[in-house]
């Protein structure tokens, strides 16, 4: 498997995920434009598509949904309260591009299985997704309040993960949000801090060679250099040291990370 988090943020995320036999988006936070960017920026084009995976129906993981699927025509995946909940915000999409994919299933596509799980989100029905080809295994979660025991079951012993570092929880308590807002990140549906991932992470994490991209970091309560500092210091405190088998990489809001082999 190769993947790129082709933008990952408040503003839009998409991540693209690809082998031999199939190519695949989760999400589509950007216009049709912005994403033809990104994919010309790892030398890809989406016309190849087999899917998109829909995590949730907020803005910035749908706003380009509808557009690529159709000038594509790329079939959408999504479960039953993400399809109703998206379901004026993406447009018209024809029937034979509607397909269900149902929380906490698996999906074969030839030798890749897509496996599907719950967060806890403030969205109608919030999954990510766990990505396995052999014994390679690729998982991706963000926009979630908490990592549970259930959570880290589907997405240990991953060799990558997508991992949501949003804030850092100082930043957003002294940052200019209403209370409201802080309350509501801060929140079991809400994101996950800088330090809350490093706990979840060590939990997840085998002693083996470990790629872990922090994603959907906060541009006003977060900084990818505080970010990668905090878990890297959490991480040690657990006694997992980075740069022996886990290594640590930034994402970005409009620029996506080297396409890279799990």
């Not at 802080?182 to 330090?195: F, P, T």
């Not at 959490?234 to 809001?253: F, K, M, N, P, R």
Request: charged share 20%.
């Amino acid at each position: 498997m190769r993947f790129s988090v082709l933008a990952s943020g408040s503003t839009g995320n998409a991540i693209y995920v690809e082998n031999d036999e199939h190519a695949f988006l989760v999400d589509v936070g950007f216009s049709g434009k912005k994403m033809e960017e990104l994919f010309a920026k790892i030398d890809r084009s989406m016309k190849p598509l087999s899917g998109i995976f829909v995590t949730h129906e907020h803005i910035d993981h749908i706003k380009g949904v509808g557009i690529i699927a159709r000038k594509y025509n790329i079939p959408i995946y999504a479960n039953t309260k993400t399809w109703a909940a998206m379901d004026t915000a993406i447009g018209n999409i024809p029937t034979d591009l509607k397909f269900q994919f149902d929380m906490e299933t698996t999906k074969q596509f030839g030798s890749m299985a897509i496996e599907s799980f719950a967060v806890s989100h403030d969205a109608a029905d919030p999954m990510f997704y766990v990505f396995h080809e052999g014994d390679r295994k690729l998982a991706l979660i963000t926009d979630t309040g908490y990592v549970s025991d259930r959570m880290k079951g589907y997405i240990r012993g991953a060799d990558a993960y997508v991992f949501e570092s949003n804030h850092d929880i100082g930043m957003l308590q002294m940052g200019p949000y209403p209370w409201n807002t802080k309350r509501r990140i801060l929140s079991d549906v809400g994101h996950v801090s800088n330090e809350d991932a490093a706990v979840a992470m060590s939990e997840v994490v085998f002693e083996k060679p470990t790629q872990i991209y922090l994603s959907h970091l906060s541009k006003e309560n977060n900084m990818q250099d505080l970010a990668r500092l905090t878990v890297e210091q959490t991480l040690q405190s657990c006694g997992i040291i980075v740069g022996e088998y886990v290594q640590l990489h930034d994402t970005y809001a409009a620029t996506p990370t080297k396409l890279v082999t799990v």
